[in-house]
């Protein structure tokens, strides 16, 4: 892609950025659908398990755990706090986001819209921009990425990131390796797979076609 991403233009610079790729055995259509329709609850590994309950336990202590939403899609995500969809380009890209002090025990959640969202930047808040993107990758395969953007406010809120950041950086890494894994699935089970091009084009040497 050369063209400004939209996950650019909604988040310019950066403080830490990571993003993950995978190749997908189907049209780009399907892929892209595919990531669209997530529901982010069945992302599921033992280590995303172990994170998330150790990221939930000091609400549960504080007894103010609540019961898990039924289902997690992009269009639920105005159910969640602070986060909201901030931008698409049918077909190509979206872009998700959500403003808060991530790196608190409890994080402290700030609900802003999708047209303020590029340009919030009162101090002492953090930003996080993520992405699905798809591009064509040769006759029957889509690249699938995964990226993730995150972005302070001061140098304060910088300094409290970071040390955050260095901690759970290789779990976010895997959550988000494992989360286009489950795409990736969804998505070949739409369309053509590599395997069955590959099966229907193998003709052995010495069979008569009629």
């Known amino acids: 892609m050369t063209e400004r991403m939209l996950i650019e233009s909604v988040m310019p610079r950066a403080d830490a950025l990571i993003a993950v790729h995978t190749m997908v055995a189907a049209q780009p259509a399907a892929t892209y659908r595919a990531a669209r329709d997530l529901d982010f609850l069945t992302v599921r590994t033992p280590l995303l398990t172990v994170a998330m309950w150790l990221r939930g336990l000091p609400e549960r202590l504080r007894g103010n755990s609540a019961a898990p939403p039924e289902r997690l899609r ?7 706090p602070g986060w909201l969809l901030v931008g698409e380009r049918p077909g190509s890209e979206v872009v998700f986001g959500a403003v808060g002090r991530f790196w608190r025990p409890v994080i402290d959640w700030r609900q802003v819209g999708p047209d ?19 591009t064509t990758y040769g006759e ?38 494992a989360t286009v894994a489950t795409i990736k699935v969804d998505a070949e089970s739409r369309g053509p797979t590599a395997a069955t091009v590959s099966a229907d084009a193998a003709t052995p040497a010495n069979r008569i076609e009629p």
């Open 116 to 134: 303020e969202f590029a340009e919030f930047n009162e101090p002492g808040w953090g930003k996080i921009a993520a992405n699905f993107s798809v």
């Open 140 to 177: 029957q395969h889509t690249l699938l990425s995964y990226q993730c953007r995150t972005v302070t406010t001061d140098p304060d809120s910088r300094r409290r990131f970071r040390r955050y950041w260095w901690l759970i950086r290789p779990f976010v890494a895997h959550i988000m390796r």
């Open 74 to 80: 992009l269009e639920d995500m105005a159910a969640m």
